[in-house]
Protein backbone atom coordinates (compact mmCIF):
# COMPACT_ATOMS: atom_id res chain seq x y z
CA UNK A 1 0.00 0.00 0.00
CA UNK A 2 2.83 2.43 -0.11
CA UNK A 3 3.57 2.13 3.45
CA UNK A 4 6.09 0.68 5.12
CA UNK A 5 4.39 1.07 9.01
CA UNK A 6 2.25 -1.60 10.49
CA UNK A 7 -0.53 0.45 10.34
CA UNK A 8 -4.03 -1.21 10.37
CA UNK A 9 -6.20 -0.57 6.99
CA UNK A 10 -9.86 -1.33 6.48
CA UNK A 11 -11.58 -3.33 4.88
CA UNK A 12 -8.40 -5.63 4.49
CA UNK A 13 -7.86 -6.17 8.62
CA UNK A 14 -11.46 -7.40 9.16
CA UNK A 15 -11.31 -11.07 9.66
CA UNK A 16 -13.72 -11.95 6.61
CA UNK A 17 -11.13 -10.93 4.44
CA UNK A 18 -8.02 -11.84 3.24
CA UNK A 19 -5.38 -9.32 3.77
CA UNK A 20 -2.43 -9.49 1.65
CA UNK A 21 1.13 -8.17 1.71
CA UNK A 22 3.92 -8.05 -1.23
CA UNK A 23 7.46 -9.70 -1.09
CA UNK A 24 10.04 -9.40 -3.60
CA UNK A 25 12.05 -11.79 -5.78
CA UNK A 26 13.87 -12.78 -2.36
CA UNK A 27 11.03 -13.45 -0.69
CA UNK A 28 12.12 -10.70 1.32
CA UNK A 29 9.12 -8.12 2.40
CA UNK A 30 8.33 -4.91 0.25
CA UNK A 31 9.93 -1.94 2.01
CA UNK A 32 6.55 0.00 1.14
CA UNK A 33 3.92 -2.79 2.02
CA UNK A 34 3.01 -2.54 5.48
CA UNK A 35 2.76 -5.72 8.26
CA UNK A 36 1.24 -6.76 11.20
CA UNK A 37 -0.81 -9.39 12.82
CA UNK A 38 -4.37 -9.13 10.60
CA UNK A 39 -2.04 -9.60 7.16
CA UNK A 40 -2.72 -13.32 6.25
CA UNK A 41 -0.46 -13.89 3.36
CA UNK A 42 2.27 -12.56 1.54
CA UNK A 43 2.89 -12.50 -2.14
CA UNK A 44 4.95 -11.22 -4.92
CA UNK A 45 4.67 -7.39 -5.61
CA UNK A 46 7.65 -6.13 -6.55
CA UNK A 47 9.02 -5.86 -10.29
CA UNK A 48 5.89 -8.00 -11.01
CA UNK A 49 5.88 -8.23 -15.29
CA UNK A 50 2.15 -7.91 -16.10
CA UNK A 51 -0.22 -6.36 -18.96
CA UNK A 52 -0.44 -2.65 -19.39
CA UNK A 53 -2.75 -0.13 -21.53
CA UNK A 54 -2.59 -0.77 -25.31
CA UNK A 55 -2.06 -4.59 -25.42
CA UNK A 56 0.96 -3.50 -23.44
CA UNK A 57 2.92 -5.30 -20.86
CA UNK A 58 4.85 -3.70 -18.13
CA UNK A 59 6.88 -4.07 -14.44
CA UNK A 60 4.74 -2.78 -11.39
CA UNK A 61 4.75 -2.59 -7.69
CA UNK A 62 2.39 -2.89 -4.49
CA UNK A 63 -0.11 -5.04 -2.78
CA UNK A 64 -2.14 -3.97 -6.02
CA UNK A 65 -0.23 -6.56 -7.64
CA UNK A 66 0.28 -8.93 -4.76
CA UNK A 67 -3.61 -9.18 -4.24
CA UNK A 68 -4.29 -10.02 -7.52
CA UNK A 69 -2.63 -13.14 -7.32
CA UNK A 70 -3.92 -14.52 -4.29
CA UNK A 71 -7.72 -13.83 -5.69
CA UNK A 72 -6.40 -15.77 -9.20
CA UNK A 73 -5.36 -18.57 -7.25
CA UNK A 74 -8.24 -18.58 -5.09
CA UNK A 75 -10.06 -19.15 -8.46
CA UNK A 76 -7.61 -21.32 -9.72
CA UNK A 77 -7.79 -23.80 -6.31
CA UNK A 78 -11.83 -23.57 -6.39
CA UNK A 79 -12.16 -24.68 -10.03
CA UNK A 80 -9.91 -27.54 -9.10
CA UNK A 81 -12.00 -28.52 -6.10
CA UNK A 82 -14.89 -28.55 -8.81
CA UNK A 83 -16.18 -25.82 -6.89
CA UNK A 84 -17.65 -27.80 -3.71
CA UNK A 85 -14.99 -25.67 -1.45
CA UNK A 86 -16.52 -23.20 1.26
CA UNK A 87 -15.34 -19.86 1.63
CA UNK A 88 -13.18 -21.54 5.03
CA UNK A 89 -12.00 -24.32 3.47
CA UNK A 90 -10.78 -22.45 0.33
CA UNK A 91 -8.68 -20.31 2.22
CA UNK A 92 -7.78 -22.85 4.35
CA UNK A 93 -6.37 -24.88 1.81
CA UNK A 94 -4.24 -21.68 0.60
CA UNK A 95 -2.89 -20.58 3.94
CA UNK A 96 -1.41 -24.03 5.11
CA UNK A 97 0.30 -24.58 1.96
CA UNK A 98 2.69 -21.70 1.65
CA UNK A 99 6.30 -21.16 1.94
CA UNK A 100 7.57 -19.94 5.19
CA UNK A 101 9.47 -16.60 4.72
CA UNK A 102 9.38 -15.00 8.17
CA UNK A 103 12.53 -17.05 8.86
CA UNK A 104 14.39 -15.15 6.15
CA UNK A 105 17.02 -12.90 7.94
CA UNK A 106 15.75 -9.46 6.76
CA UNK A 107 11.69 -10.81 7.27
CA UNK A 108 13.05 -11.64 11.04
CA UNK A 109 11.54 -8.14 12.73
CA UNK A 110 8.13 -9.17 10.86
CA UNK A 111 8.15 -12.85 12.16
CA UNK A 112 4.16 -13.74 12.37
CA UNK A 113 3.19 -10.38 10.98
CA UNK A 114 3.64 -11.15 7.16
CA UNK A 115 0.73 -13.87 6.97
CA UNK A 116 1.48 -17.31 7.00
CA UNK A 117 3.73 -17.25 4.52
CA UNK A 118 4.25 -16.60 0.64
CA UNK A 119 1.28 -18.31 -1.67
CA UNK A 120 2.31 -21.41 -3.35
CA UNK A 121 0.15 -22.41 -6.03
CA UNK A 122 1.54 -25.97 -6.64
CA UNK A 123 1.14 -27.28 -2.92
CA UNK A 124 -2.02 -25.62 -3.05
CA UNK A 125 -3.41 -28.05 -5.94
CA UNK A 126 -0.86 -30.85 -5.00
CA UNK A 127 -0.90 -31.03 -0.90
CA UNK A 128 -4.36 -31.68 0.93
CA UNK A 129 -5.35 -30.28 3.97
CA UNK A 130 -6.40 -32.98 6.58
CA UNK A 131 -7.45 -31.00 9.09
CA UNK A 132 -7.87 -27.55 9.89
CA UNK A 133 -10.54 -25.19 11.54
CA UNK A 134 -11.59 -21.57 11.69
CA UNK A 135 -13.52 -19.09 14.58
CA UNK A 136 -15.94 -16.78 12.52
CA UNK A 137 -19.16 -14.63 14.08
CA UNK A 138 -17.42 -13.09 16.45
CA UNK A 139 -19.26 -11.20 19.39
CA UNK A 140 -17.14 -8.84 21.96
CA UNK A 141 -19.25 -7.67 24.46
CA UNK A 142 -17.88 -5.16 27.67
CA UNK A 143 -19.69 -5.13 31.53
CA UNK A 144 -17.67 -2.31 33.49
CA UNK A 145 -14.38 -3.65 33.75
CA UNK A 146 -14.98 -7.37 31.62
CA UNK A 147 -14.37 -8.33 28.54
CA UNK A 148 -16.74 -11.28 27.02
CA UNK A 149 -15.89 -13.39 24.03
CA UNK A 150 -17.70 -15.51 22.19
CA UNK A 151 -17.51 -17.19 18.61
CA UNK A 152 -18.56 -19.94 16.00
CA UNK A 153 -16.05 -22.63 15.44
CA UNK A 154 -15.93 -25.01 12.77
CA UNK A 155 -14.11 -27.71 11.87
CA UNK A 156 -13.73 -27.42 8.10
CA UNK A 157 -11.93 -31.23 7.38
CA UNK A 158 -11.35 -34.39 9.23
CA UNK A 159 -12.81 -34.96 12.74
CA UNK A 160 -10.63 -33.81 15.33
CA UNK A 161 -9.24 -36.08 18.28
CA UNK A 162 -8.42 -33.85 21.15
CA UNK A 163 -8.45 -30.80 19.98
CA UNK A 164 -8.21 -27.98 22.32
CA UNK A 165 -8.01 -23.71 22.29
CA UNK A 166 -5.07 -22.01 24.08
CA UNK A 167 -6.03 -17.72 24.34
CA UNK A 168 -3.06 -15.31 25.22
CA UNK A 169 -2.55 -11.75 24.41
CA UNK A 170 0.51 -9.41 24.61
CA UNK A 171 -1.31 -6.76 26.34
CA UNK A 172 -0.67 -5.36 29.55
CA UNK A 173 -4.09 -3.97 30.29
CA UNK A 174 -6.47 -7.57 29.89
CA UNK A 175 -5.88 -9.86 32.53
CA UNK A 176 -7.51 -13.50 31.27
CA UNK A 177 -9.98 -15.58 33.93
CA UNK A 178 -8.71 -18.49 31.88
CA UNK A 179 -6.62 -19.30 28.76
CA UNK A 180 -7.75 -22.63 27.38
CA UNK A 181 -10.48 -24.85 26.56
CA UNK A 182 -10.85 -28.79 25.47
CA UNK A 183 -13.44 -29.64 22.78
CA UNK A 184 -11.90 -32.61 22.10
CA UNK A 185 -13.76 -34.45 19.15
CA UNK A 186 -15.35 -32.18 16.26
CA UNK A 187 -17.06 -33.63 13.47
CA UNK A 188 -16.13 -32.74 9.89
CA UNK A 189 -18.14 -29.93 9.06
CA UNK A 190 -19.40 -29.55 12.92
CA UNK A 191 -19.96 -26.26 14.00
CA UNK A 192 -19.47 -25.39 17.84
CA UNK A 193 -20.27 -22.09 20.03
CA UNK A 194 -17.62 -20.77 22.30
CA UNK A 195 -18.29 -18.24 24.77
CA UNK A 196 -16.68 -19.18 27.71
CA UNK A 197 -13.63 -16.55 27.31
CA UNK A 198 -13.85 -13.57 29.80
CA UNK A 199 -11.28 -11.10 30.91
CA UNK A 200 -10.49 -8.34 32.64
CA UNK A 201 -9.64 -4.94 31.50
CA UNK A 202 -6.91 -3.68 34.52
CA UNK A 203 -6.89 -0.15 35.91
CA UNK A 204 -4.84 2.28 33.77
CA UNK A 205 -6.13 1.04 30.56
CA UNK A 206 -6.70 4.04 27.94
CA UNK A 207 -10.22 4.73 26.61
CA UNK A 208 -10.47 2.31 23.42
CA UNK A 209 -7.48 0.53 23.66
CA UNK A 210 -6.68 -1.91 21.02
CA UNK A 211 -5.45 -5.16 22.22
CA UNK A 212 -4.62 -8.09 20.28
CA UNK A 213 -5.52 -11.37 21.16
CA UNK A 214 -4.83 -14.57 19.72
CA UNK A 215 -6.17 -18.10 19.44
CA UNK A 216 -4.58 -21.28 18.82
CA UNK A 217 -6.02 -24.18 17.87
CA UNK A 218 -4.38 -27.44 19.02
CA UNK A 219 -4.83 -31.46 18.14
CA UNK A 220 -2.72 -34.27 16.60
CA UNK A 221 -1.61 -32.93 12.74
CA UNK A 222 -3.28 -29.31 14.03
CA UNK A 223 -1.84 -26.31 15.16
CA UNK A 224 -2.80 -22.91 13.83
CA UNK A 225 -3.48 -19.40 15.36
CA UNK A 226 -6.01 -16.85 14.97
CA UNK A 227 -6.24 -13.50 15.33
CA UNK A 228 -8.44 -11.08 17.12
CA UNK A 229 -7.99 -7.29 17.24
CA UNK A 230 -10.44 -6.09 19.84
CA UNK A 231 -11.31 -2.85 21.21
CA UNK A 232 -11.27 -2.52 25.02
CA UNK A 233 -12.35 0.15 27.90
CA UNK A 234 -14.99 1.28 24.94
CA UNK A 235 -16.10 4.95 25.54
CA UNK A 236 -18.63 4.54 22.86
CA UNK A 237 -22.11 2.65 23.68
CA UNK A 238 -25.50 1.95 20.92
CA UNK A 239 -28.35 2.56 22.27
CA UNK A 240 -31.80 2.22 20.55
CA UNK A 241 -35.83 2.57 21.20
CA UNK A 242 -36.82 0.61 18.39
CA UNK A 243 -37.22 2.48 15.88
CA UNK A 244 -33.40 3.94 16.02
CA UNK A 245 -30.37 2.55 16.51
CA UNK A 246 -27.36 5.32 17.06
CA UNK A 247 -23.96 5.00 18.87
CA UNK A 248 -23.43 7.70 21.15
CA UNK A 249 -19.83 8.73 21.51
CA UNK A 250 -17.13 10.37 24.40
CA UNK A 251 -15.31 12.23 21.41
CA UNK A 252 -17.97 15.02 20.12
CA UNK A 253 -19.22 12.39 17.17
CA UNK A 254 -22.40 11.10 17.01
CA UNK A 255 -22.73 7.39 15.25
CA UNK A 256 -19.26 6.45 14.39
CA UNK A 257 -16.32 6.96 16.58
CA UNK A 258 -13.61 6.24 14.64
CA UNK A 259 -14.37 5.59 10.85
CA UNK A 260 -10.53 4.14 10.28
CA UNK A 261 -11.03 1.33 11.80
CA UNK A 262 -15.09 1.30 12.01
CA UNK A 263 -16.35 1.67 15.83
CA UNK A 264 -19.64 2.26 15.98
CA UNK A 265 -23.20 1.40 14.66
CA UNK A 266 -23.50 4.71 12.86
CA UNK A 267 -27.43 6.17 12.97
CA UNK A 268 -29.75 3.36 11.48
CA UNK A 269 -33.58 4.28 11.70
CA UNK A 270 -36.34 2.48 9.98
CA UNK A 271 -33.57 -0.31 9.70
CA UNK A 272 -31.58 2.58 7.38
CA UNK A 273 -27.85 3.37 8.06
CA UNK A 274 -28.67 7.63 7.25
CA UNK A 275 -25.57 8.93 8.21
CA UNK A 276 -22.05 8.53 6.74
CA UNK A 277 -20.47 10.92 9.71
CA UNK A 278 -21.83 13.45 12.13
CA UNK A 279 -20.64 15.38 14.77
CA UNK A 280 -20.34 18.93 17.43
CA UNK A 281 -18.65 21.72 16.27
CA UNK A 282 -17.85 25.05 17.94
CA UNK A 283 -16.47 28.39 16.98
CA UNK A 284 -15.76 31.56 17.67
CA UNK A 285 -13.16 34.45 17.32
CA UNK A 286 -10.87 32.74 14.45
CA UNK A 287 -10.72 29.61 17.19
CA UNK A 288 -12.53 26.40 16.41
CA UNK A 289 -13.09 22.82 17.96
CA UNK A 290 -14.35 19.85 15.59
CA UNK A 291 -14.74 15.99 14.71
CA UNK A 292 -15.73 15.36 11.82
CA UNK A 293 -13.67 15.91 7.97
CA UNK A 294 -10.69 14.62 8.90
CA UNK A 295 -10.11 16.43 12.62
CA UNK A 296 -10.38 14.76 16.76
CA UNK A 297 -10.19 17.85 18.37
CA UNK A 298 -12.21 16.21 21.52
CA UNK A 299 -11.06 13.88 24.01
CA UNK A 300 -12.80 12.04 26.65
CA UNK A 301 -12.91 12.77 30.28
CA UNK A 302 -15.12 9.99 31.50
CA UNK A 303 -16.43 6.66 30.65
CA UNK A 304 -19.93 7.02 28.84
CA UNK A 305 -22.56 5.87 30.62
CA UNK A 306 -26.55 5.23 29.84
CA UNK A 307 -29.66 5.76 32.02
CA UNK A 308 -32.90 4.15 31.57
CA UNK A 309 -36.38 5.18 32.21
CA UNK A 310 -39.74 3.91 30.96
CA UNK A 311 -40.29 6.91 28.85
CA UNK A 312 -36.79 7.28 27.49
CA UNK A 313 -32.28 6.14 27.04
CA UNK A 314 -29.75 8.25 27.22
CA UNK A 315 -26.44 8.30 27.31
CA UNK A 316 -24.23 10.61 28.75
CA UNK A 317 -20.83 11.85 27.90
CA UNK A 318 -18.01 14.32 28.98
CA UNK A 319 -15.06 15.57 26.80
CA UNK A 320 -13.24 18.46 26.01
CA UNK A 321 -11.25 20.38 23.24
CA UNK A 322 -7.89 19.93 24.48
CA UNK A 323 -6.40 18.25 21.24
CA UNK A 324 -7.56 20.95 19.46
CA UNK A 325 -4.44 23.12 17.62
CA UNK A 326 -5.98 26.29 19.25
CA UNK A 327 -8.35 25.31 22.25
CA UNK A 328 -11.16 26.85 23.16
CA UNK A 329 -10.60 25.54 26.68
CA UNK A 330 -14.44 24.09 26.97
CA UNK A 331 -15.56 20.86 28.32
CA UNK A 332 -19.24 19.57 26.99
CA UNK A 333 -21.00 17.37 28.73
CA UNK A 334 -23.84 15.70 26.21
CA UNK A 335 -26.94 14.11 26.41
CA UNK A 336 -28.38 12.05 23.86
CA UNK A 337 -32.01 10.71 24.41
CA UNK A 338 -33.85 8.61 22.41
CA UNK A 339 -37.89 8.50 23.07
CA UNK A 340 -39.65 4.64 23.55
CA UNK A 341 -43.04 6.25 23.52
CA UNK A 342 -44.07 5.34 19.75
CA UNK A 343 -45.33 8.77 19.44
CA UNK A 344 -42.11 10.09 20.09
CA UNK A 345 -39.80 7.23 18.61
CA UNK A 346 -38.80 8.74 15.78
CA UNK A 347 -36.69 11.51 16.80
CA UNK A 348 -33.12 12.61 18.64
CA UNK A 349 -32.33 14.54 21.39
CA UNK A 350 -29.05 16.29 21.53
CA UNK A 351 -28.19 18.20 24.00
CA UNK A 352 -25.12 20.13 25.34
CA UNK A 353 -23.80 21.91 28.24
CA UNK A 354 -20.32 23.89 27.18
CA UNK A 355 -18.29 24.68 30.42
CA UNK A 356 -16.19 27.81 30.25
CA UNK A 357 -12.84 26.82 31.84
CA UNK A 358 -10.50 29.39 30.35
CA UNK A 359 -9.94 32.71 31.87
CA UNK A 360 -11.72 34.86 29.60
CA UNK A 361 -15.70 35.04 28.33
CA UNK A 362 -16.63 34.53 25.31
CA UNK A 363 -19.49 36.86 24.06
CA UNK A 364 -19.74 35.03 20.71
CA UNK A 365 -19.72 31.79 20.97
CA UNK A 366 -21.62 29.16 18.37
CA UNK A 367 -22.57 25.97 18.79
CA UNK A 368 -23.12 23.74 15.95
CA UNK A 369 -23.52 20.15 14.38
CA UNK A 370 -22.02 18.78 11.54
CA UNK A 371 -24.17 16.05 9.72
CA UNK A 372 -23.28 14.29 6.19
CA UNK A 373 -26.55 12.52 5.57
CA UNK A 374 -26.91 9.78 3.39
CA UNK A 375 -29.99 8.57 2.35
CA UNK A 376 -29.93 5.36 0.58
CA UNK A 377 -27.59 6.78 -2.38
CA UNK A 378 -25.82 9.44 -1.48
CA UNK A 379 -25.46 10.93 -4.69
CA UNK A 380 -28.70 11.63 -4.90
CA UNK A 381 -29.38 13.68 -1.98
CA UNK A 382 -31.12 16.67 -1.84
CA UNK A 383 -31.99 19.72 0.51
CA UNK A 384 -34.71 21.92 1.41
CA UNK A 385 -35.84 24.49 4.11
CA UNK A 386 -39.39 24.62 5.55
CA UNK A 387 -39.95 28.15 6.93
CA UNK A 388 -42.78 27.35 8.72
CA UNK A 389 -41.17 24.19 10.68
CA UNK A 390 -38.35 25.82 10.56
CA UNK A 391 -36.49 22.48 10.15
CA UNK A 392 -33.86 21.66 6.84
CA UNK A 393 -34.42 18.74 5.96
CA UNK A 394 -33.00 16.05 3.64
CA UNK A 395 -34.49 13.22 1.49
CA UNK A 396 -33.34 11.32 -1.92
CA UNK A 397 -34.32 13.69 -5.37
CA UNK A 398 -37.50 12.24 -7.22
CA UNK A 399 -38.52 10.35 -4.09
CA UNK A 400 -41.27 10.22 -1.02
CA UNK A 401 -39.24 7.49 0.79
CA UNK A 402 -37.35 8.45 3.91
CA UNK A 403 -37.06 12.35 5.15
CA UNK A 404 -34.16 13.54 7.97
CA UNK A 405 -34.89 16.87 9.49
CA UNK A 406 -33.27 18.77 12.02
CA UNK A 407 -34.52 21.24 14.56
CA UNK A 408 -33.72 23.65 16.98
CA UNK A 409 -35.29 24.52 19.79
CA UNK A 410 -36.44 28.91 19.75
CA UNK A 411 -33.81 29.85 22.54
CA UNK A 412 -31.13 31.20 20.11
CA UNK A 413 -30.46 32.67 16.82
CA UNK A 414 -29.98 30.02 14.84
CA UNK A 415 -28.67 29.40 10.84
CA UNK A 416 -29.07 26.58 8.66
CA UNK A 417 -26.54 25.76 5.66
CA UNK A 418 -26.42 23.21 3.36
CA UNK A 419 -23.54 22.01 1.91
CA UNK A 420 -22.54 20.28 -1.61
CA UNK A 421 -19.85 18.58 -0.30
CA UNK A 422 -18.36 18.63 -3.74
CA UNK A 423 -18.56 22.93 -3.76
CA UNK A 424 -20.93 23.15 -6.67
CA UNK A 425 -23.58 25.41 -6.65
CA UNK A 426 -21.38 28.16 -5.19
CA UNK A 427 -21.19 25.78 -1.59
CA UNK A 428 -18.13 25.60 0.47
CA UNK A 429 -16.02 22.60 -0.59
CA UNK A 430 -16.52 20.22 2.56
CA UNK A 431 -14.40 17.32 0.82
CA UNK A 432 -11.33 19.35 1.97
CA UNK A 433 -11.91 19.74 5.66
CA UNK A 434 -13.34 23.08 6.82
CA UNK A 435 -11.12 26.07 7.44
CA UNK A 436 -12.08 28.97 9.81
CA UNK A 437 -13.02 31.45 7.35
CA UNK A 438 -15.68 28.81 6.28
CA UNK A 439 -16.38 28.32 9.18
CA UNK A 440 -17.31 32.28 9.28
CA UNK A 441 -19.24 32.05 6.57
CA UNK A 442 -21.31 28.71 8.48
CA UNK A 443 -22.10 31.74 11.18
CA UNK A 444 -23.27 34.32 9.20
CA UNK A 445 -25.08 32.80 5.86
CA UNK A 446 -28.36 31.08 5.69
CA UNK A 447 -28.05 27.90 2.69
CA UNK A 448 -31.55 26.30 2.81
CA UNK A 449 -30.83 23.84 -0.79
CA UNK A 450 -28.70 21.79 -1.69
CA UNK A 451 -28.30 18.61 -4.59
CA UNK A 452 -29.77 20.99 -7.06
CA UNK A 453 -30.85 20.09 -9.81
CA UNK A 454 -30.73 16.13 -9.52
CA UNK A 455 -28.84 15.41 -6.25
CA UNK A 456 -25.48 15.29 -5.03
CA UNK A 457 -23.54 13.82 -1.54
CA UNK A 458 -24.73 16.85 1.11
CA UNK A 459 -24.15 17.62 4.21
CA UNK A 460 -25.66 20.12 6.92
CA UNK A 461 -24.21 22.60 9.29
CA UNK A 462 -26.36 23.80 11.97
CA UNK A 463 -25.16 26.23 14.51
CA UNK A 464 -27.02 28.31 17.32
CA UNK A 465 -25.10 31.47 18.25
CA UNK A 466 -23.75 34.50 19.12
CA UNK A 467 -23.97 33.02 22.34
CA UNK A 468 -22.31 34.54 25.47
CA UNK A 469 -20.61 32.69 28.19
CA UNK A 470 -18.51 34.10 31.00
CA UNK A 471 -15.27 32.20 32.62
CA UNK A 472 -16.15 29.53 34.78
CA UNK A 473 -19.88 29.40 33.58
CA UNK A 474 -21.98 26.95 31.26
CA UNK A 475 -24.80 27.33 28.83
CA UNK A 476 -27.24 24.39 26.94
CA UNK A 477 -27.89 24.41 23.45
CA UNK A 478 -30.45 21.96 22.08
CA UNK A 479 -30.80 20.29 18.87
CA UNK A 480 -33.22 17.84 17.55
CA UNK A 481 -33.22 14.95 14.68
CA UNK A 482 -36.17 13.92 13.49
CA UNK A 483 -37.20 11.20 10.70
CA UNK A 484 -40.38 9.97 7.99
CA UNK A 485 -40.89 7.17 6.00
CA UNK A 486 -42.28 10.10 3.87
CA UNK A 487 -42.57 14.27 3.84
CA UNK A 488 -45.92 13.54 5.41
CA UNK A 489 -44.91 11.84 8.04
CA UNK A 490 -41.88 14.14 8.90
CA UNK A 491 -44.26 16.49 9.02
CA UNK A 492 -46.32 15.17 11.26
CA UNK A 493 -43.37 14.08 13.39
CA UNK A 494 -41.67 17.70 13.57
CA UNK A 495 -45.32 18.98 14.98
CA UNK A 496 -45.71 16.07 17.22
CA UNK A 497 -41.75 17.18 18.56
CA UNK A 498 -42.71 21.04 18.39
CA UNK A 499 -45.98 20.68 20.47
CA UNK A 500 -44.12 18.14 23.33
CA UNK A 501 -40.98 19.59 24.07
CA UNK A 502 -40.88 23.21 21.96
CA UNK A 503 -44.91 24.53 23.23
CA UNK A 504 -43.65 28.57 22.77
CA UNK A 505 -43.84 27.47 18.85
CA UNK A 506 -46.69 25.29 19.07
CA UNK A 507 -49.83 24.68 21.04
CA UNK A 508 -51.91 22.25 21.18
CA UNK A 509 -55.41 23.30 19.78
CA UNK A 510 -57.26 21.91 23.05
CA UNK A 511 -55.08 24.00 25.16
CA UNK A 512 -55.91 27.23 22.94
CA UNK A 513 -57.94 29.80 24.83
CA UNK A 514 -58.14 33.22 22.70
CA UNK A 515 -60.54 34.74 25.25
CA UNK A 516 -58.50 34.04 28.25
CA UNK A 517 -56.41 37.61 27.87
CA UNK A 518 -57.50 40.95 26.83
CA UNK A 519 -54.80 43.94 25.88
CA UNK A 520 -55.21 47.61 26.07
CA UNK A 521 -54.51 50.49 24.68
CA UNK A 522 -53.33 48.03 21.86
CA UNK A 523 -50.97 50.08 20.21
CA UNK A 524 -49.54 51.44 24.03
CA UNK A 525 -47.00 53.84 24.78
CA UNK A 526 -44.75 53.06 27.37
CA UNK A 527 -47.75 50.99 29.98
CA UNK A 528 -50.16 48.43 28.58
CA UNK A 529 -52.85 47.10 30.68
CA UNK A 530 -53.27 42.56 30.80
CA UNK A 531 -56.36 41.31 32.12
CA UNK A 532 -56.77 37.83 32.34
CA UNK A 533 -60.40 36.06 32.81
CA UNK A 534 -61.38 34.12 35.59
CA UNK A 535 -57.97 34.30 37.55
CA UNK A 536 -58.59 32.04 40.31
CA UNK A 537 -54.83 30.63 40.30
CA UNK A 538 -51.14 32.01 39.16
CA UNK A 539 -50.94 32.28 35.50
CA UNK A 540 -47.83 33.22 33.52
CA UNK A 541 -47.17 35.93 31.35
CA UNK A 542 -43.97 35.77 28.87
CA UNK A 543 -42.98 38.46 26.28
CA UNK A 544 -41.04 38.07 22.88
CA UNK A 545 -40.07 40.48 20.90
CA UNK A 546 -40.46 39.94 16.42
CA UNK A 547 -37.55 37.31 16.57
CA UNK A 548 -39.16 35.40 19.40
CA UNK A 549 -36.48 36.39 21.89
CA UNK A 550 -37.55 36.06 25.55
CA UNK A 551 -37.54 39.33 26.97
CA UNK A 552 -39.57 38.89 29.78
CA UNK A 553 -41.32 36.81 32.18
CA UNK A 554 -43.22 37.10 35.29
CA UNK A 555 -45.92 35.29 37.31
CA UNK A 556 -49.25 37.09 38.70
CA UNK A 557 -52.25 36.27 40.92
CA UNK A 558 -54.26 39.14 39.91
CA UNK A 559 -56.88 39.67 37.25
CA UNK A 560 -55.79 42.95 36.33
CA UNK A 561 -52.09 44.48 35.88
CA UNK A 562 -50.30 47.62 34.56
CA UNK A 563 -47.21 46.92 33.05
CA UNK A 564 -44.85 49.53 32.79
CA UNK A 565 -42.14 49.26 30.62
CA UNK A 566 -39.19 50.82 28.12
CA UNK A 567 -39.37 48.91 25.43
CA UNK A 568 -37.87 50.38 21.53
CA UNK A 569 -40.67 50.39 19.49
CA UNK A 570 -41.99 47.87 17.08
CA UNK A 571 -43.99 44.44 17.10
CA UNK A 572 -43.75 42.09 20.27
CA UNK A 573 -46.14 38.75 21.13
CA UNK A 574 -47.31 38.43 25.09
CA UNK A 575 -47.99 34.49 26.00
CA UNK A 576 -50.23 34.00 28.46
CA UNK A 577 -50.87 31.01 30.06
CA UNK A 578 -52.19 28.99 33.12
CA UNK A 579 -51.49 25.09 33.77
CA UNK A 580 -54.68 24.52 31.90
CA UNK A 581 -55.41 27.33 29.15
CA UNK A 582 -52.96 29.51 26.73
CA UNK A 583 -53.24 32.60 24.32
CA UNK A 584 -50.98 34.25 21.87
CA UNK A 585 -51.49 37.96 21.95
CA UNK A 586 -49.50 40.95 19.64
CA UNK A 587 -49.07 44.07 20.64
CA UNK A 588 -47.76 47.31 18.88
CA UNK A 589 -45.57 49.28 20.71
CA UNK A 590 -45.08 53.09 19.72
Known sequence: NGNSSNDVYYPAAYHEVVCVTATNQQDIKW??????????????????????????????????????????????????????????????????????????????????????????????????????????????????????????LMNLFKPTDYLYLKYRTESSYLELFTDSLFIGTMDSMQISEISEIKCRILPGCPFNN???????????????????????????????????????????????????????????????????????????????????????????????????????????????????????????????????????????????????????????????????????????????????????????????????????????KKHVYAADNNGQNGSIFVEDGISNNEFKQLISTNRFNAGEPNGNDISFFINQGPISISANDSTDVVFYMVFGRNKNELIKNVQQLISEFDPLIFIRPSFINNNLATISPNPSNNVFILEVENANMPWTMELYDAKLNLVDKNIYTENKISYYHNLSPGIYFIKVYTPSECTWKKIIVL
Open 210 to 412: EIDFFIQAIDSGLNETFHLKLTVNKNYKTITNGTISLTACSNGRIGYNSLYPVQGDGVVVFNNSLVAEMGLWIYTSEKSSFCFAGKNDFIPLSKISVNTTADSITAYSLFCDSLSNSPLWLSVKQEITLFKQPVNSAFIKIAYRIYNNSNSSYDSLFVGLFSDIDILNPTRNKANYDSLLKILYSYMAYSNGIHVAFYMPSKN
Open 31 to 152: NKSCYGYHVDLAAPGENVYSTYANNGYTYGWGTSYASPLVASLAGLVYGYYQKQLNPFQLRAIIEKNVDIIDTISSNIPYSNKIGRGRINALKALQQRVTKSVRPFNYLITENSDTVYISFS
